[in-house]
């Protein structure tokens, strides 16, 4: 037993490729989670949540109101993830990249809530926090500063960005990205 020399070229592929995670998402959301991959450089961890809000993996559907809760219909719980220290760090920013056009609802908003309760068509108990607002097209790119860990242990959710009329998505894609931050070892 020796110590084998990792190349340049192998660990640059083995980290374009990433460590697949489960971000323990909600019922009603969980089939239309892609693929959720986390990277590690130095202290950043990044993790990329592909959503697929029309494909075949579940029907998503709209709410009627502005920051309804995205999900499938009496699918229950409807968060991408639990926000925690211990899975993606101190999170500092997240990013939402629109890969695809949504198409049910005028624009959508991701949130967060300090609860995991929010269901399709409803709230997260009422506590939700609007990060990113009226995501409507394709190649958008947006995101939001966290400087005070305030997205510590909270839910995040993808959610109407106004009133319309509750709908079943038949497209939109989304990458939503978490970049949090670990303490280093002393030693």
Do not use: W
């Not at 809000?53 to 009496?74: C, F, P, Q």
């Not at 908003?109 to 997260?124: F, L, N, S």
């Amino acid at each position: 037993m020796g110590s084998r020399r990792l190349g340049r070229k192998r660990l640059y592929s083995l980290n374009k490729k990433g460590q697949t995670i489960d971000p323990e998402a909600g019922a009603g959301i969980k089939g239309a989670i892609t693929s959720c991959k986390q990277t590690r450089d130095g202290h950043m961890i990044t993790t990329e949540i592909a959503v697929d809000m029309g494909g075949s993996g579940a029907t998503l559907k709209s709410g009627g109101a502005d920051r309804d809760v995205i999900g499938v219909l009496s699918g229950g719980a409807a968060y991408l993830t639990q926000m925690t220290e211990a899975k993606y760090g101190v999170i500092t920013e997240i990013r939402c990249v629109c890969t695809e056009a949504p198409d049910s609802v005028s624009d959508i908003d991701i949130e967060h809530g300090a609860t995991g309760d929010g269901v399709q068509d409803g709230t997260d108990g009422g506590t939700s926090t609007s990060l990113i607002t009226a995501i409507s097209a394709k190649g958008e790119d947006t995101s939001v500063a966290i400087d005070d860990n305030s997205a510590a242990d909270k839910y995040l959710y993808i959610c109407n960005g106004a009133s319309d009329t509750a709908e079943n998505f038949a497209a939109g894609k989304l990458l939503i990205y978490l970049y949090g931050f670990v303490e280093g070892d002393d030693g």
